[in-house]
């Protein structure tokens, strides 16, 4: 089992940069790829990107790609999620995710962890 417990989000400006972390609990973590994903309102959920258990593969949204950052840090059983140039659109809950399946991009599917969400509201 694993717990995952994320910090930090809020409500920041356009433009602005956000760090998101997920700490997780147990012996595991290192194991597991992590996946960040999101909920916009009145939207479906959507993978953000994902991180290799080993840190060394990466996959990001295209809409991501270039502005955010995924890393870890298995000594410290914590994953990020560095988020630079933040748009309106990047307005929702996030998610992080681990023990996911599947190949990093759209078919990758969610894992049994999950963190309990933050909310990450940009303004114009």
């Known amino acids: 089992q694993v717990q995952l417990v994320q910090s930090g989000g809020g409500l920041v400006q356009a433009g602005d940069s956000v760090r998101l972390s997920c700490a997780a609990s147990?012996?595991?973590?290192?194991?597991?790829?992590i996946g960040w994903f999101r909920r916009a309102p009145g939207q479906d959920q959507d993978l953000v990107g994902v991180?290799?258990?080993?840190?060394?593969?990466?996959y990001y949204e295209p809409s991501v790609k270039g502005r955010f950052t995924i890393f870890r840090d298995n000594a410290k059983n914590t994953a990020y999620l560095q988020m630079d140039n933040v748009r309106p659109e990047d307005t929702a809950v996030y998610y992080c995710?681990?023990?996911?399946?599947?190949?990093?991009?759209?078919?990758?599917?969610?894992?049994?962890?999950w963190g309990q969400g933050t909310q990450v509201t940009v303004s114009s």
């Open positions: 147990g012996h595991t973590f290192s194991q597991y790829a």
């Open positions: 995710n681990a023990d996911g399946k599947g190949p990093y991009g759209n078919g990758y599917l969610h894992g049994r962890f």
């Open positions: 991180i290799s258990a080993d840190g060394n593969t990466l």
